[in-house]
């Protein structure tokens, strides 16, 4: 996507042609920053840090950062060690893991002198098919915008924008290129079907505030950022004709979890009637389990992103304040699950399939022998 005249995708190679380039997303909106990553460390550290963030940059982070370790040292045991480093970053998004296997079973193939060329081929390769199935969300995500429009109008066209509710940030910014829930709506936009977007402020770290704001305002497409509690309102009113959201962790019964909050906009889009879709791609689902409260490992992140807020003042000065009383406990649960039943439908790059095991085989069949009964 475009920031003023420049295209960018949030992750690419350096001109040296072995430091890996990220777009530093805790200091978004406020500052544009590139950050160079060169080791495995620093890959490790921009995933737990949230330098990047959203399930499929993660994958795509973690990818580069076996990269970056095979560049120094392509052996068994410094690339095992890669592995169990970068695994440790986060734990609920599956694309980490998915990229991590990925890359692991493919360099350990080989003999280590071909390992650092393919690393970096691979990683390559993960982020370019992450652009193309974005697209292909993209567009099988915006006939669903589209049909929201033809019902809105009654068949005319006449009554839209289309308002679509949206939490966290799954565009742009948390894939390569494009985005998951976002990128049905930049199709949408881009095809000349007017969307409004209502944009979850998402606390604590403010994704939707900070970043979904900054993506859908450089991209020119409306929106207005609600605070966390606002959705359920606006559905109650009429204010809101579909949800779309992305997930972390998808699993083959189609349980999604993201970030929290979302299990809460599913349960109001079902009590008034709202369809609420998941955009996601093959990478963010996990064949291995089922039920997805039971089963997804949920992060508990530092309790300090609740108790505080970070800003800007009006001088345009970066600062952090404490919200809460000095010494009070605080909990930091990032994602929760939403059960199947709520889910309208998954946006895959295969297509949209109902939220269930035959629904997710029918687009990937060869999914069946790993696929959780
Ligand atoms: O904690 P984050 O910012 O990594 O959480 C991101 C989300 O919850 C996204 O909705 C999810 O990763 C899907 S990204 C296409």
Redesign the pocket.
Known sequence: MKIGDTHYRTIWLGDDDWSVNVIDQTLLPHVFEVRRLESLADAAAAIAD?VV????L?GATAAYGMALAAHVDPSDQALEDAFADLLAT?PT?INLRWALDLMRERLLAVPVDYRRALAYGLAAEICDNDVATCQSIGQHGSVLIADALARKAGGNGAAGPVNVLT????GWL??VDW???LAPIYAAHDAGIPVHVWVDETRP?N?GAALTAYELGGHGIPHTVIVDNAGGHLMQHGMVDLCI????RTTAHGDVC??IGTYLKALAAHDNGIPFYV?LPHS?IDWRLGDGVAEIPIEQRDGEEVSHIRGVTGAGQGTTVRLVPQGTAVGNY??DVTPARLVTGLITERGVCPASRAGLLALYPEQAENAAP
């Open positions: 949230m963030r959203g399930a499929p993660i986060r998004a939490h966290c940030n799954a948390a894939t985005g998951t829930a770290r994704q959201t992305g997930t972390d993201n970030k955009g963010t990032a994602f």
